[in-house]
Structure formats: C-alpha cells, structure tokens
C-alpha cells in the first residue's frame, strides 16, 4: 500500500462543491426528495466492480459531507490499496437522502482518480527492476490537476511541473523564439529563482550537447526513437536528468525506459486512462 | 458534418478561466515571459495528430481570447467535423506569449472534448440503420459535464437528464426506500411539474409490468440480458420509451439494439474516452 | 400542512450569505457590536405580524446558524402552515449579536417567501373543486428563482421549466423567426433529449390544430380571451397538456380555470406578490 | 424627469451575471439554439406594457451586452421617465438569440426595478407641497439592495443606511440589552467615526426627551400614532432630524407627513411593491 | 486594554482563505505533508518577538482553523494588549500539519495587523492631554481594507470612511470639476441620505469661510501650514468639525494637534506601517 | 531600467477588482456621481511625490480600465524605472468620474508595489560588487504575494518559493517533528518531483555538516552570526547554495553579504517597506 500524503481537504472543497452543484442544480435531487423521507437513515458501501488502484476516497466521501455533517464512515481500503473486483472500500453512514443525492459527484470523482492511479500502477509495475521513475504532465483534465497529480503518485508515479510557474521548461518554440537554445537558456536564467529548476526539451543530439554545455537541470528528449534516445542517455548520465516524452505509450514504455533514461513522461495517465469502475450499494 | 448548436461562452467561460488559472499559478507562464518579448506576434496552427470528430474548438480558442484580446482566428474544421490525421483544425494569429501560454489549457479541452465526441461518432455509426439512439448518462467528468453533453451530441448521441433536477429517474434504491414502485411512482408525480418527466429502472418483467401500468414516461433496463431486454422492449413498445443502460460496451452495443431498444446509454462516453491527440503548431 | 419537501441548504446557502454580505457590508453591525456585549445570550421569537402561509423558515435560521454555529431552534409553525397573524413560528436560542445581527437578512427571506407561498395558497383556493393547477413562471426575482419557486409548491402551485435549459418552451418570437411553427417543432426536436418536454405557445385555434397535428406534449394559450380559451381547451382534451397563460390575474383566476384548462400560470405570483409581515422579538 | 446618477455597472455586473446564470442553467437556452440561426440579427423593442415610471435600463441592457458584445441601444425613455402604458423605453439590436435568451432576465430586473421606484414616485406625490422626505428602509429583496435603492431615488425617494455598518441606528433591543437609551448611546459613541451619524427608535415622549438630551442625529418614531406623533415632532424640531416608521402604508402616509416629521420610511416600497409590467417586442 | 469589539469572522473568512490558498497553492504543503504524520499533534506558542500591541489574534487563529476543525486556542494576550518582546499571546493545540502549514498565513495577518495598531498607540500616545483624534484614511493594503481600520481602532485611533459609498467628501478636483465649492456641495447634497455626512476639503481660509458659510458636517485642511491651521480652526471652532490631512507623519503630529484641530488623519498608518515581529514556536 | 518581465493581467485582475469593490462598496462613489456628469472626460498625471523605484503601473491602469474601457494612457516611466520625486510616470485619459473614482484603489497599488520595489532596490544596491543575490520571503501581505514578489524582481531582488507547493524548505520544526534531519530529508525526497528542489535550515555547524553529506540543494542559516555564517559559507562553498535569513535588516546587510554567502533573504522588503508616495493630479 502506498503511503502517498493525502491532499488537504482544502485543496479540492472546490472541485467537490462544483460536481454537487452540478448534479443539483437549481431544484436538487428531485426524486430522492419526492420519495425518501428527510430523516431517514441509511448505511451503504462504496465498492469497486474491478480491480484496480484506489485513489479519491477522502474525496468521494467529502461530498457525502457537505450534504450531511453528520455522515461516519469506515473507511477499509483506502487510498493507494490494490483491490480486488467486489471489494468493499469503505461503509458510510448517513441521511439516505444524502447517501443517493451525493452517490454521482462522489462515484464520479472517485472512479476517475482510481482510473489514473490504475493506470500509472499498471505502467510502473512494468518497469519493475529499473530505475525510472514514471512521471506525469500537464496534459491534465482542466479543473483537476491538483487531484490527478496525486492520483498518480497514488499509483507510484512523480509528479512533474504543476503549472506554468513552478519550474522552466524550455521547448522547441521558446528556442524558435528566441533564436537559438544558449539564448533561450541565458534569457530564463535572469529571471529564475533558486528554488526553481530549468529543463531543456532537445529533439536532436546535438542540442543535448548545447544543453550540457549550458549546465541545465534537466533535457527532455521529444519523440527521439529508442537507439538515438540510447546515445542520448548515455552522454547525459551523470550529468544532467534526463526525461524521454512524447507518445510513450503502456506498451513500449519498457523499452523505452531500458535505455536508462531517468524519467517517462506520460500524457496518457491522466488525460486517457479509463474512469475505475466503482458503485454505491445501500444497504438499509 | 453536424449542425448541433454551440455552447454560448457563458456557459464556459469559467471553465476556461479554471484551466487557465492552473496553468498560471501565481507567477504566470515564467519561461515563455522570460524568452519572449511582449510585442512578439505569431500564428499557429490547431492540428489533429489522429482521426476523430472535432468538439471543443471555440472552447479551445476562448483559452487565447482570455489572455490576448486581439486574436484572430480562422477556422477550417468547426465542431462536428470528422478529420484525418494532421488536418489543421484552425489557425490563430495572436500575441506569441498568449499562444504558447494557453496552449496546454486549449488543447486539454479540445482533445478531451474531441475524444468524447469521437468516442460516440464510432458507438453511433456501429448503430447505423437501427433506430435506437446513443444517450450519455451523468456519469461525467467532474466539472466538465455541460462540455461533455455537448460532445456527446457533436458526436451525434442525445443527452439525457443533466442533472438530478431536470427529469425524475427512479432507481432500485429510490424503490427499496419507498417500499414498493408504485408508492415511490405516487410520491414522485405529487411534487413534478408538468415540464418534467417521469423514468423508471426496472431490473425485471415483473417491475415493467407494473411501470406499464402506472403510466411513466420512460423505463431503463439496468443490466438485463439480451434476451429478457428483448421480451421487455417487446412488451413496453407503443407504450413508453425503453432505455437499455448499465454496463453497455461500445463492442456489443448493436447487440443490445437489436432488441429494437429506443435509446442506449454509456457512462463510457464521458468517463472513459480516451483523449484525442491535438497539437499546437507554431508557424511563425 | 404541505408536505413539499425542503430545498437543501447547498442550494440556498450563497443565497443566504449574499443577504447577510448586503447587510454587514465592510464593518459588520457597529451598533450591536458596539451596544451588546460578545457573550449575551438571548432567545428570541420569529412571529408573524398577519395571516398567511409560512415558507423560508429554515432558509431564515440558515441566517442566525452563520453567524453563530451554536444556534439552536425550536420549530412550531414549519413551512407549509397557514398561520394566524401573532403566530410564533420558532424559538431561537443564540448569542445575542447573532440575533440582531442577522434579523433583517432572516425576516427579509421568510417575509419575500412567505408572501409567495400565501399568494400562492390564495389562488389555489380559488380554484377548489377544478382539476386546474397553478403554476409559476420564469418571470421571478432575479437571484431567487430557485426559492421562489420552493415558494410556489408550499403554497400549493407547481412548476413550470426552472430555466431555459430544462424544456422547451416555443414562443411567437420563435416561429416568427423559424418561419412557421412546423419548421420551429422539428428543428427543436432534432437537438431535444428523451427526457425533456415540448411546449408551444399559440395565439389563435388554427395555430393550435398545427401544434395537436404535431403531436407537442403541451401547449400554452397566451392572452386568449374566455371563450377561444374555451374552444381550443375543447380540441386538446385528452391529446396534450393545456395552459393558459399572460395576464392572468387573481380575481379573474377561476374563471379562466372553469374552461377545463389543465394549468393557469400567473408571473404575478413571484414577481409581485406583497411580503408576509414577520417579526423577531427578543425575549430576553 | 429625475438626474439621479446611474449606477456604474461595476456594482450590478454580478447581480446580471447571476440572473442570466438562473436562466442559463448547464445547457443555456435549448429552444432558441435549435430554432433560431446563430448569425440571425434582430430589432426588438424594450417597451412599457402599463404606466409608471422607468428604473433599470441600462441594467437590462446590460443583460444583452453580456450575450453578445456587439449589441446597440438607442434609449429613448432612460430611468427616472414616466411613461405611459405601450410606451417604447429603447430599441436594442443584437443577435436574434441574445435577445430571446436575454429577455427574461433583462424584463425581470427592469420591471423590478420599475416597480420600485413607480412605488416611490406614487407616495413622494402624495406628500406634495410638504417637505418630508420619503425614505426606503433596509426591507429589501435579498441580493438586490443597492439596485432597489437606487430605484427608490429615481422614483424621488431617499435612502436610509445601505447596511448594518454604514450608520448607527439603536433599536428597542439594543436598548433592552445595553440597559437604558443613555448607557446605549454611550457605547455606541465610544466607536463611532466621525463621519457617521447616530439614529435612535423611540417609542415613547418620555424616550425622545431623553434622546434629545444626548444630542443624538436623528430619531425614528415605531408605529407611533398620528397625535403623539404630531407632539414628538414639535419637541424635536430643529433639534434633530425626525422619522416616522413603522407600518406606513401609501394610504395614510399624507396624514403621517402633516405632522410635520422630516421623513417617512416605507419598506413597502422595496419589500412588497409590484412589478412594472414590460415587454420585448422582435421587430424582425 | 482596548475593549474595541472584535470582527465577525463572517468578514475576513474570506481573507483569511485566500492567505492560505496563496501559501498552499495547488499541492499543498508539500514539505509538511511529507514529513510530519497526519495524526501527530502538537502546542504552539504564538509570541511577539517585540514590544507593540496585539491586532488580529483571532484572524490568525482562523487560519489555524480552517485547517483543523479540532483546534484549540488559549488566548492569553487578546487584541488590544500591549506586549513586551517574547510575550506569549496565545497557545493553539491542533494537528503539527495545521500548525505549520498555517503558520505564515496566521503570522502575516497577525503581524500585519499588529504591526498597524502598534503605529496608531504610538500615535495616539503623542497626542496625550490633547482632545484631537487620530483617523485613518483610504489608503490601505488592497483587500485589507476592513481588516485595517479594525486594527487603527485597536491601536486606539479613529475610523473616516469605509469607502466612497458611505461618506461625501468633497476634494478640490470635484470642486474644479463642479466650477466651484457652492455647487459642488449642492449637488452632493441633492442626492445624500439623511445618515450620510458631508466633508469638505479646503486648501484655504476663503474656502474655509465658504464652506463653513454652507454649513457642512466637517472640513478637511489639506496639507496646510501650522499657522494657517491654527486660524483655520479658530474660524471653524464650535461651527463644523475639522481634520487635518496630508503628509502628516508621527514626528510632527503633536505640533498639528495642538492647533486645536478635532482630527488628524494619517495614511501612514495603514500604508506603511512596519509589521509587527510575532512567531510560532512549536513546543511539542 | 529593468527589464523583468510584467505580470498578465489574467493574474491581477481579481485583486484590482477587489480593491475597486472595497472603495465602491454597495453605493460606489457618491460624491463623484453626485457632482460630475457621467459625460465629463479629463486628462490626469500619475506622478511621484518622492524619489523610487516604480513598480506597479500596468496594474494601477488596470483599476481605470475596469471603470472605463475607453481609457488611454500614454506611459512614460514604466515599472523598473528609478525616478525623482515630481516625475510624471504616466497621463491617463478616460471619463472624468472613472479617473476620481479609480484614483485610490489604483494609487493604494501602485503605492505599495513602488515601495516593496524601492525597498529591494536600496538593499540591492547596498551589495554592489557583490555576487550575493537579494531574495525576499513568504512574508508577504495577504492577498498580494504574486504582486510583491514581482515587484521585488523589479527592485532588482529574486523570488524565493512562491508557496508551500513549489520547493521544498525543511524548517526546525519539521526535523524535531521528523525525529532528526537525515530522517527528515529521506522522507521528503520520497515523494518530490524532480523539478523541485529542496533546501534545508540549519542553525549550526555540524547541521551544516548533516545537510552537505546529504546533498540538499540548498542551505538556509537561520539567524547565525556573522563569525560562524563566514565558516559555513566556507564548507558549502561550491557544494550547495547558501542562504543567509533570519532579522537580515537592510542597515548591515552587506555585512552578511560579505560572508560570501549566495542569497540573503529578508521580509522586511515585502511586510514593512513604507509605500511610495504617488498622486493624481486632473489636469482638465
């Protein structure tokens, strides 16, 4: 089990308050309020209907909270176990009213985290022996990349830049821009603080050369194919940390760690990996 | 190519901004501020890198409007187009710092919304020929669901229910609650305006007998087998609209049209679709 | 006693603190802040100053329980109870401060409310022993549409479409536009889901034989005189839902009822309704 | 015709956001988004359908701005006219589908609004030839405080304390809680900025004696009847400001103003005035 | 001891969030979180590291709270105290996380805002024996506003206005802009409520006489000489109340005071008072 | 003149906003409305009233703009530019009521950011010759982080972390809660990006010993004295960046610098630097 840090509450109240308001719209859950009455009270169970990785139950059982402070819950697999298809994730207690009104935004938010740390438990367990580290992008869903930042490290993968300011990361149209790679570098550095680290994208072995030359954090080698991306790492080792990105896919990321190359970057855990399935049984 | 209307920017623009704003963070775009001078002005290509029906591209271009007031835009492939490979969607002349800027965030919304419309243009032609129409469900991605209703019919599905307000849909537990369907029929018709309509899970012939006689709207048939959802549609035809829902894969879903079944619903349009690859290519 | 159920609180909650938000402005309240100390209790009653129907009353504790998390109430009169003027509806306990503070914002909700919910009930009375039901309108308060229509159904009325997004609903302007009303019902039934309803607005019975010919599921008779409103109620029994609406008032109600129509909406009802006179009295 | 300034619409742009936002709801307005052309442009005319006088045009057209940036008015009767019944207030020309989306939210605010200060107009001419003023009172529709008092000033009103901390106004209650008027005004003395003023309630002669002797700004006589009255304003005049409140009805508030009292306040005239009936006509 | 009454939290609720949001930004406190337990608890004193008097002790322990629902705080030196270095002003108990990952937004807003009221004692303690009060002006920190003038009374000063909305205060461009003080003042007064004040700046002894000659509630000398100062006040004694303004600073505030004037105002006081020096120390 | 790059406006907007709402409050500005026609258009000079560093321009211009979208501004001095007292820093020309009412809120801005620039100049100029770099802290004011850490860049300083989330920074605190600093470091290594660097406090020798065996990136003295932070400068020399921090006050900061030491941080440059003073004047 994963012993990621779980996000603070006040980190995704947002997000969970806009899936709520969502579904409730302006009239709320018309039919549980037409048929079951206010004070009754109901225990159910979040379960999985596959297998797969949990990541999101604090989350799915936020929302149950905000439609009833009263809400107990036990939670048994949390976030980070592997579980089985039929496995019950946690029993919650509360308003049935809240229990089948909250059911959506909660099964919703926690099928889709569950489906990134799924997918990046998948992709990390084939690298099993070597060194590199799976690494995500920001190739994120908009309005969750906090949540799905954390679902991949849930799921054992690390996080790259969170946004545009926390890190420079020089691409091929900043180098266009500005002229020439050295100059790109040279401008980025005067503005940089010390906290901050700055990688380089290079396509070509010669732009890795530049780039060592220049001293950079770290050189993101974009599509390069597996033998150029070979020589690459080999002449970064020791020097430089070295990330190879663009359309690694689950199944070649193998090979295309077997290189040696420090990081893999994929778009695909979070923009693409399929929601978990996942349900709400009430139980009485 | 579709005709489904457009979103007015209303109804996004908060979206957008939300996407934006993870991207900015406090310090904004620091590589791109320091690289590239503020008066330089580019043009960019939207292009697909793989074939699908495009969704999201006034979406997408609303990203650079918020960050540069002067952009123009020509557009080639609108909503709704099915394109190849490569095919440049639309090109947009702005401030260079805005598009390199908004660039993750417009290109997050149109390949996650151009995957949603793609993944039902392929359950929709799989049902060419049969009358029976392809329905999402409110199993969406949190945040995004009113973008996601609108692929869903650039794809060309039909949307149902956008949330738990606008259309009563009584569910196994709405009817273990109530003590029986007809009592939970009774207390939800006291309540409904006239504008509202009235749906019914049945999971047995039995229940649709019994939703038959009371008159509802519609009746979902959650998980029944091919054979029982055969005899279910045969009884209920002329009589209310049938929806087979609960587990429908896009490879076995004309199977479970053939039943003569008025409407399909997959929650996997909307949590499970894979992105559509989409790129930004700066020309200079 | 109406057995409407209560909207819940996530739905009124930033109705609520924008009430207060007017009311404390930058400072909060400097005369009760500066007069009662910070540790006075005080128990108050919320009554009604005339005779009337009682609805907002939870919405209005929601007011005290901002402002002071140790609020307790003691409910007598509830939503939905016709009520003598003098009549206690509620106890509170609370920090004195509470109680001052939050009274306009509490007494200005349930006083708006209650004036809806009692003209309501007045002209639901009016119609005792016809089939008609009341019903509301878009034409609402701006920003409290949704509690306004909650208003509505305590006071006996129903619904009509919550906004623009949950029916169609065709007007003149529409056809006027579409050139010609079977042109309008066939393009708005190409983007229609399953679950929403069509409503068409007609003027004169040639408009109406084209409507029932297209098989709408309701439609609205605007500003018709009695006995047209008597003939075309004539035509549409028992093939689709019938309405009269504009300028429908109170004292001419049943006589507009008493031609079989199905629905009498009145905008009156929400946009000028007169608030119910209610009080807190502090009790020491 | 009235000169009170407009509002900027910096303090009502939220207030129109949010009416919009009720109407617009996920899916924004589905019948005229299938019916009507998206580059389709009309003429319509904002117009009066009963005579009053005119508060909240530019608010309304505000409204439309915020659908299609491209809209032009010509205002013909700004706020503050009286208008006669079938009187055109402004032509606005737009996009077809801003103008029937926006029309329901744009009518509400300016027959609200209208409502409001037809009210205000109706009791500042029955005061004619006195000089008591005619004051709104805190008694306003939650969320629409600043835009109801403006509308009491273009109807020839006053405003009273936009909120709790914009002025001191001690209470029947403070003055239980603080333990005599004197101890009350002390406190409330002791905070107070010098640019704020200080009101007292006084129910009785023996009350306003005492609130003259502390040299107070202003007294509010409660629901005193009309001899006392008429005494309290002898002993008060041109020692302090006076002001009957109270349970002031149109009706009797001339005989109210006869006794000579500075100002009468009416939360009748933000609380439970009615709507000004107004129209949008497409001119095509 | 001040015995100023505190804010209600349900106006810096929102200050205070946004404090926090900047510090914890997307992915929280990623040190903390990686390295003290969840479930670790801990006391910490929160002390002044120099002599001043404390503002904003519950603000700061808001912040605590919206991280720990389960906080506990033994407030030993409430606002209002003055304080020697190393002075304990309170001991909060909560989870170590909430501790340190609020503590930079809790020490800002406290030594912020003690560091304002420490300016205002000093202040206020130089003009001892003399009648003059110390105001505070509209120059504040952006979106402290509130928070500022609260700590101005805390420090023993005097609040002018809140805003340009509670307040006329008539400055010489109006008075340009109107073609002269005499208008200027009619118009303002056409539109004032009967709680609203009217302030006058005047830069000489003829615009003195002109607007004591009007009879105003107070004049403001802007930036004027000692001397005329004296005869200024002289004039206005007993007739309007007087503010001196503009460039007062602390070292010579005593001089203008002793002209007799009723107020001085000082910008310094919240735009450039140096924060107070307060810390966290954790004891375990 | 300094060439850091401006901040987007998409990330001040919502601050500029926020102090316009603080000054407008319910009423906006009703001396201003009151006395100046709403046609009347004027020119006006943002000019310094002392010697600084400008900082802040583009946002004070942003307080006009969202008053009145037809503003022009012809800038003279832009951020970054050392300027005498007098100087004319830039003309705007708008609405006349848009220029008086914006005037506060946009020179409370430009006041603060000019003096948090001024600040750091002064310091960094103090250090001339030197390699060691100003940095500021998380000691902002709250609510303007993102301003005043660009405004430190314009003085010619560097940012440190801009939160919690973007680096890590081991505290005291968090190595006694960890149970030591070589625990403390391992358990932070486990879950940080590889953009992220993470830097350690350490208040002795042989800490500093502690931390180089690790190989942290950085090293923060925390209040040392001059001796022992010239020997510790000395053993990181070349290993790790050094950072001296801690009651770095700008009279003996090249003191410190002289240690050698990399970066000296110091709070004072954004929670006590005086604001510059700055003034409108209309010019007709």
Redesign the interface.
């Known amino acids: 089990m994963s012993t990621?840090?779980?996000?603070?509450p006040?980190?995704y109240d947002r997000?969970?308050r806009?899936?709520?308001?969502?579904?409730?719209?302006?009239?709320?859950?018309?039919?549980?309020?037409?048929?079951?009455p206010?004070e009754?009270v109901?225990t159910a169970a979040i379960a999985a209907r596959e297998t797969g990785r949990v990541a999101g139950l604090d989350v799915a059982l936020h929302a149950f909270r905000?439609?009833d402070d009263g809400v107990t819950a036990e939670v048994r697999l949390p976030d980070g176990s592997d579980v089985p298809a039929s496995a019950v994730l946690a029993r919650v207690r509360s308003r049935?009213?809240a229990l089948?009104?909250g059911e959506?935004?909660a099964?919703?938010?926690l099928?889709?985290l569950s489906?990134v740390a799924t997918a990046t438990r998948v992709v990390v367990a084939r690298l099993e022996g070597l060194h590199t580290?799976v690494?995500c992008t920001?190739?994120?869903?908009?309005?969750?990349?906090?949540l799905e930042?954390y679902a991949v490290?849930v799921g054992g993968g690390?996080?790259?830049?969170?946004?545009?300011?926390?890190?420079?990361?020089?691409?091929d149209?900043?180098v266009?821009?500005?002229g020439g790679l050295t100059e790109?570098v040279a401008?980025?550095r005067?503005?940089?603080?010390?906290?901050?680290?700055i990688?380089v994208e290079v396509d070509t072995l010669a732009q890795l050369d530049e780039a060592l030359f220049l001293g950079v954090?770290?050189v993101l080698f974009d599509n390069m194919d597996v033998p150029t991306l070979r020589e690459a790492v080999r002449r970064a080792k020791g020097r430089v940390?070295t990330?190879a990105s663009g359309g690694v896919r689950p199944d070649h990321v193998r090979e295309v760690a077997e290189t040696g190359v420090?990081?893999v970057s994929l778009?695909?855990l979070t923009?693409?990996a399929?929601?978990l399935d996942v349900a709400l049984d009430?139980e009485?």
């Open positions: 990621v840090h779980a996000l603070h006040f980190l997000t969970v806009r899936a709520l308001a969502e579904d409730l719209g302006r009239a709320g859950d018309v039919t549980t309020d037409a048929i079951v206010a009754a109901a905000l439609l049935a009213r089948l009104t959506r935004a099964l919703n938010l099928g889709h489906g580290r690494v920001r190739k994120t869903t908009p309005g969750l990349r906090a930042k490290r690390s996080n790259h830049r969170y946004g545009l300011d926390d890190g420079i990361l020089i691409k149209n900043h266009a821009l500005a790109a401008r980025a005067r503005g940089v603080g010390h906290m901050m680290k990688e954090d770290a940390l990330e420090d990081l778009g695909w923009h693409s399929p929601s009430v009485g």
